[in-house]
């Protein structure tokens, strides 16, 4: 049974998600003040978490700082900011999704599945070659690792699924449309407007220079080449 942590202090809110979820069958806990949601999350005993942005003691941007990189399972961020930028901020952070408070709590149950079964293929998933580099980024698609001129970086599961599509499709020109169904998945929910987003964080972690990006390139009006240089 899949554990899903939900951190956020309106206890109405997560009584609702706790319900909905349990009667889809995940065993769910529940923290509502952000410094002991950031040591629960830490346990690393859960395949999912929840987290509002406005938590008291640490906020939930906070806590995607400080966890993001030692945790590789999915965040969804629940908030009532509906802001572009602060989903811009979820997501630079690595959050996997982000939910505007009101929502259907059906919806939250089927973004929870869609995260979950998303992850459990990409666990799953063998590579035939096992590695493959170019520019010197070589990627691992059995042991999910990046290394740049053979040293590691890290990467969040959006992140390499989206450099491994564009390093399987080298010198192709792939609109925003393309990367979002063939990553997420064609009825996946999502936002293809965060694709820029992972991109220029992907570039940020393999380019020399992410501000003239020679490996991923824009093609302006159409989408984004990955280049064998």
């Known amino acids: 049974m899949n554990k899903i942590l939900i951190i956020e202090d309106d206890q109405q809110i997560?009584?609702?998600?706790?319900?909905f979820l349990e009667m889809n069958g995940f065993e769910v806990a529940i923290e509502t003040d952000g410094h002991k949601g950031l040591k629960e999350a830490m346990t690393g005993d859960y395949q999912l978490i929840i987290i509002d942005i406005m938590l008291p003691n640490v906020n939930g941007y906070d806590i995607l700082m400080m966890i993001r990189d030692k945790l590789n399972i999915p965040f969804i961020v629940v908030s009532a900011r509906s802001d572009d930028m602060d989903k811009i901020k979820g997501i630079e952070l690595g959050a996997d999704d982000y939910m505007t408070k009101p929502f259907n709590p059906n919806e939250l149950v089927a973004r929870v599945k869609n995260q979950l079964s998303r992850y459990d293929r990409l666990l799953n998933m063998k590579s035939k070659q096992g590695e493959i580099e170019y520019n010197g980024v070589l990627i691992n698609e059995e042991s999910r690792r990046v290394y740049v001129n053979k040293e590691e970086v890290i990467m969040t599961t959006t992140e390499f699924d989206i450099l491994l599509f564009f390093m399987k499709n080298p010198d192709i020109v792939h609109s925003k449309q393309t990367i979002f169904e063939r990553v997420w998945g064609e009825d996946e929910y999502g936002d293809i407007g965060t694709v820029p987003v992972y991109v220029q964080k992907i570039r940020k972690k393999i380019e020399k220079d992410y501000t003239r990006p020679k490996i991923?390139?824009?093609?302006?009006?159409?989408?984004?080449?990955f280049n064998r240089l």
């Open 14 to 19: 997560a009584a609702l998600e706790k319900d």
């Open 216 to 225: 991923i390139e824009t093609v302006w009006g159409v989408g984004y080449r």
